[in-house]
């Protein structure tokens, strides 16, 4: 019987795959092809030539591999208090507590006007410290006249001083609490200098403190970027924002999660819950933990990240959640992603390159008995982009060829 060509290709794209980047199979299933061409024309490699491969028992983890990349789920936003220049930032990737100092802005101006202010201040106390003094030095300039005019009422009934007199003590009397009232007056207005130098020292230090952006929130600093699309670059000392402009993120670092996507294939091979282990590309050797949190319920266009285009394949959007706390775990990293779909403790399984598929697109292997290829079908369960568990057909130990043989 001959192997159709392309029949391990088919295999591949169907039945077999675990994971949806399976570009390694293409090879497998040009040799295939080879195989089944060169078995038609009679000019088949000798069986001794093809690879075998054993039958083994053992443990298989069936996984799901793909790309994503970290986001924060909650996260703040600190933009421009004003149109100053900045000339300091706390560095990109900082783990920040609530108050921790983030940005500093040009703040000669108002320093000067502070000055300003503090001296206009001085002078308004000054002004008033006098205006009261004098108004005490009057008080007693008043309390002597009352006291000598209240005299010399019972004088002139005696004789003693004339009316004249009297009149004109009781007016020097009434200037002089004319006098007070006027300086009473001058007094008020001091203290009205001074409440308003106050202000203005107050209005310049808000100003100030306005130069001194703190973090309203725990987080990991991340830089805004500006400029059009074709220019984007992060926010740096120097750059002059107008008021209102984002200028960083602080993420929330306990809501981290990855966006990644997997192929419609891997649909019923996926809950809510799954356990995910994440590799950072930034920091390969580390493993992070995490789950399942969402799948989309629509499908969507793959969107290819060579060209920006459609590629033709439907994959659905997963979002997963991060469980680990780590300061390695920043937004915008690259990250793969390995969804758990099965743990097989005590399997049997095979190379996938074992694996083919005959006319009525049974999986089958050939066992290599007494130098003579056996063909076998065989039931399969999951399987990885390596290797493929097989539920019944073979035994542990037996040996597999792991080419297309001749006719047989």
Do not use: C
């Amino acid at each position: 019987m001959q192997i159709a060509a392309g029949t391990r290709i088919h295999a591949v794209a169907t039945g077999l795959r675990a994971r949806p980047r399976l570009a390694g199979f293409a090879g497998l299933g040009a040799l295939a092809l080879a195989g089944a061409i060169a078995a038609a024309a009679g000019k088949g490699p000798d069986l001794g030539r093809i690879p075998t491969a054993l039958v083994q028992r053992g443990p298989v983890r069936i996984t799901i591999v793909e790309s994503g990349e970290l986001r924060a789920e909650q996260q703040s936003t600190v933009s421009a208090t004003n149109d100053k220049q900045i000339i300091w930032l706390v560095p990109e990737g900082t783990r920040v507590k609530e108050g921790d100092l983030l940005i500093r802005f040009e703040s000669q101006k108002y320093e000067l006007a502070k000055g300003t202010a503090e001296s206009a201040l001085a002078v308004a106390r000054a002004d008033l410290s006098k205006a009261q003094g004098q108004l005490e030095a009057q008080k007693v300039a008043q309390e002597k006249a009352r006291l000598e005019y209240a005299s010399l009422p019972e004088l002139a009934e005696k004789g003693y001083v004339n009316r004249s007199e009297l009149d004109s003590a009781r007016l020097g009397h009434e200037e002089v609490r004319a006098a007070t009232r006027s300086f009473e007056a001058a007094v008020e207005a001091a203290r009205a200098n001074v409440q308003r130098a106050e202000s203005d020292v107050g209005q310049q230090d808000r100003k100030l403190a306005e130069g001194n952006v703190h973090a309203p929130r725990d987080g990991v600093v991340v830089y805004a970027t500006a400029g059009d699309a074709a220019n984007r670059r992060k926010i740096s000392v120097g750059v002059t924002p107008f008021e209102g402009m984002e200028l960083m993120y602080l993420p929330d670092p306990s809501s981290m999660r990855v966006d990644a996507e997997i192929s419609e294939f891997d649909l019923a091979k996926v809950r809510i819950g799954s356990p995910v282990e994440l590799r950072l590309d930034a920091y390969p050797e580390a493993v992070f933990h995490g789950e399942v949190a969402a799948i989309a319920s629509l499908a969507r266009q793959k969107i290819s990240k060579v060209s920006g285009q459609p590629i033709g394949v439907k994959v659905f959007d997963v979002t997963i959640a991060v469980t680990d706390q780590d300061e390695r775990l920043k937004p915008g990293l690259s990250t793969t992603v390995e969804i758990l779909v099965s743990e097989n403790p005590d399997v049997l399984y095979v190379p996938v390159a074992a694996i083919f598929l005959d006319e009525h697109e049974q999986a089958v292997v050939y066992l290599k008995q007494g130098g003579r290829p056996v063909k076998r079908p065989v039931k399969l369960g999951g399987s990885t982009d390596r290797l493929a568990i097989v539920l019944s057909g073979v035994e542990a130990g037996e040996e597999l060829l792991l080419g297309l043989p001749q006719a047989i």
